[in-house]
């Protein structure tokens, strides 16, 4: 477990730019406390999936600060930082979350497949992977006969439910949601959002929501637009 | 789970998921490799089967003609004597201090498409084959009255007969001889084991029988008015003028040359000795340019299965970008990635090189009996021999390599596109 004291992300003087590009990220300050749940928005080309690459470890910053987990990523070799990330990140995309060719419960116990400590948190909440995938599928309103469909027939809303138990299998100290509602019917956003909010505090998960949907921050403990921390303006926004 | 079984559980199911191409892939696989595998079988095999009928033999001859003919018309029954060698001359040889034994050949007459072979009872006692085999009989003995004969074992088996029964020989080679010598009938008076060597598709008859169903014959026709029945021809003397070819066992190795030169220069008649091994060696000299041709024809038609096996793993790989990026956000290492689709490309190979095998051994089961009787060609069928599990080896390594680049390519789109594909 993720000590409760220590930060999940603290982030000072970061900078980063895509090769040949400008530099798309300078952020001064960023920090995010343990079990916090922050929404972050910013016009589209801001940066923010950027940041997210960086704060999930698969991309490096070019110079500054950035730990996660009390690890620092900027110091870390590449497969330090992919262990940190299958350990302790869980990820939830706009759309296409899912691998086609695996049942719903394979894509959600599959994050315990690259992490022995996932996979130990999650055999202490549940007797098997399965068992654990099946109970959050559950918390997240998937019912039981839905796991035996092929993925690709699952809507939309029901695909980022289950995306959202992948990410959450394990008690990962943090969870990166980037954009996980904009495919979704404005009705369902809410919907989805105070589920996966109280996923997370019971599992004492992190949460970095982002959206450009701004109704939607009063769920969250803080709100951080991208463009008032990051130094550089968005290169198409 | 450790994350090694993982990759491959998602390389099946990814496959599995895309079952038509890879099926098809597959198959293309397992047919280049059965080719490949085929093709080499049949030349080994064909080799150690000839090698093996004439093993116990040190010297074969005939009258003057090619060595290969020579060669293959008296041990393989394939093609046709040019001329005879008169009993003088057998004799005279035959009875060389160096001689160990000699087996008279006879050839010429057919019984419903197997060749007929004259010889005596020296051919049960002295041939050998396959190293250091005697003949044995299945039923029944060797021939001893002038209408017995013995069967080999696919004649008996193939037509039926048992012993005791009375068949018809005919004149010439073909299946469908129309001079038979019906007035006067053999009588089957033993079956041989099974060889796995052209005299199981033999009719062996004393040469005398050879010498009694020509008694009224002259000139490769029936004399006009001069039949004689078989009661009245034994009452001749059978003793035969010519023979086809003879084989000789030498009592040492040692004279096989000298005797070999001492016949090819015979003042006699024209006569020609051959050493078995030695023609075989010509024989295979002589094809070996077809099979270098089969074989580089075979090995394209690998590279070919390669191919379209490579372009079905590059095809798939722009719409799977987004699978390695979500791989990678779940924890998936980039050498994951490349074990992923190397796996893949070892999953497509293996299945293939399997299946490559069972069909080539599969079909050599079933076409053994058509190459035994259409050419005389003896499969054995059998597991793969050391040079074909090279080959397959030599396939399995391939493809893996092949594999490496769309592999090494997704492993690179990974890296490049962190968790963001823009799709
Ligand atoms: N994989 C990538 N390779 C190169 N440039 C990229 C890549 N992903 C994003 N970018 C660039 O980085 C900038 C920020 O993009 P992104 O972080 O996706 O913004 P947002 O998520 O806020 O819409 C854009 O100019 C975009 O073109
Ligand atoms: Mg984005």
């Not at chain 1, 100290?173 to 980037?178: E, K, S």
């Not at chain 2, 008296?74 to 009875?95: D, H, K, L, M």
Request: proline share 3%.
């Amino acid at each position: 477990m993720v000590s409760a004291e220590r930060a999940t992300v603290e982030a000072s003087n970061l900078v980063f730019a895509w090769p040949g590009q400008e530099t798309v990220l300078n952020i001064d300050e960023l920090a995010v406390a343990a079990g916090e749940r922050v929404f972050l928005s910013g016009p589209s080309g801001s940066g923010k999936s950027t940041l997210l690459g960086l704060i999930g470890g698969v991309l490096t910053p070019r110079s500054g600060t950035l730990e996660v987990l009390g690890q620092p990523l900027h110091e870390l070799r590449a497969s330090d930082r992919d262990r940190l990330r299958a350990d302790e990140i869980g990820f939830i995309f706009q759309q296409f979350n899912l691998l086609p060719f695996l049942d719903v419960v394979t894509n959600v116990s599959l994050a315990c497949r690259f992490s022995d400590r996932r996979r130990d948190r999650a055999l202490a909440q549940s007797s098997s992977e399965e068992a654990e995938a099946t109970r959050l599928l559950h918390h997240l309103g998937i019912d039981s006969e839905l796991l035996m469909r092929p993925v690709t027939q699952l809507s939309i809303g029901q695909q980022q439910r289950v995306a959202a138990a992948r990410a959450l299998i394990g008690s990962p100290g943090l969870l990166i949601a980037d954009e996980p509602t904009s495919a979704l019917d404005s009705g369902l956003r809410a919907q989805f959002i105070e589920l996966l909010v109280a996923e997370c505090e019971s599992a004492g998960t992190a949460l970095l929501f982002v959206s450009h949907d701004l109704s939607l921050r009063t769920q969250f403990d803080r709100s951080i637009r991208l463009t008032d921390i990051n130094r550089t303006k968005g290169t198409d926004g | 789970m450790g994350s090694a079984a993982t990759v491959l559980m998602l390389a099946r199911e990814s496959l599995a998921n895309r079952r038509a191409t890879a099926i098809l892939t597959i198959l293309s696989i397992a047919i280049s490799s059965a080719l490949l595998l085929g093709v080499e079988r049949i030349r080994t095999e064909t080799r150690s089967g000839f090698m093996s009928t004439v093993s116990g033999t040190d010297l074969i001859v005939g009258a003057r003609s090619g060595d290969i003919n020579l060669l293959l018309y008296s041990v393989f029954r394939i093609g046709s004597p040019t001329n005879n060698i008169t009993w003088q001359s057998y004799q005279e040889i035959a009875g060389q201090p160096v001689v160990d034994w000699s087996i008279p050949i006879s050839l010429g007459d057919s019984h419903r498409g197997f060749r007929v072979m004259g010889t005596n009872t020296d051919y049960f006692r002295y041939y050998r084959y396959k190293r250091s085999r005697m003949l044995t009989f299945a039923e029944g003995q060797a021939f001893e009255a002038v209408f017995d004969t013995v069967l080999g074992a696919d004649v008996a088996e193939e037509l039926g007969y048992r012993l005791g029964e009375q068949i018809v020989i005919a004149h010439g080679a073909g299946a469908t001889s129309f001079i038979q010598h019906d007035d006067k009938p053999f009588t089957v008076v033993g079956i041989l084991d099974r060889t796995g060597t052209p005299i199981d598709r033999t009719v062996h008859v004393g040469l005398e029988g050879i010498e009694a169903i020509h008694a009224d014959w002259n000139e490769g026709g029936r004399a006009p008015g001069q039949s004689l029945s078989a009661e009245e021809v034994l009452e001749l003397d059978l003793q035969p003028e010519a023979i086809t070819a003879f084989l000789l066992g030498l009592k040492s190795r040692v004279a096989t040359f000298g005797l070999q030169r001492k016949i090819n220069e015979y003042p006699q008649e024209p006569l020609m000795a051959i050493i078995p091994g030695v023609t075989l060696q010509q024989l295979w000299q002589l094809i070996r340019g077809v099979e270098v041709a089969l074989l580089a024809i075979s090995l394209c038609v690998v590279i070919a299965g390669l191919i379209g096996m490579l372009s079905a793993i590059l095809t798939s790989l722009g719409e799977r970008r987004r699978e390695m990026a979500i791989l990678r956000a779940i924890g998936a290492r980039p050498w994951h990635i490349l074990a992923l689709m190397t796996s893949e490309g070892a999953l497509l190979a293996v299945i293939g090189v399997s299946l490559g095998i069972a069909l080539v051994t599969g079909l050599s089961f079933l076409t053994a009996g058509w190459l035994k009787q259409r050419f005389g060609i003896f499969l054995p069928v059998q597991w793969p021999g050391p040079i074909e599990w090279l080959f397959a080896g030599l396939v399995l390594a391939a493809a893996l390599l092949v594999s490496l680049w769309p592999a090494w390519r997704a492993y690179r789109n990974a890296l490049a596109d962190g968790l963001s594909v823009r799709i």
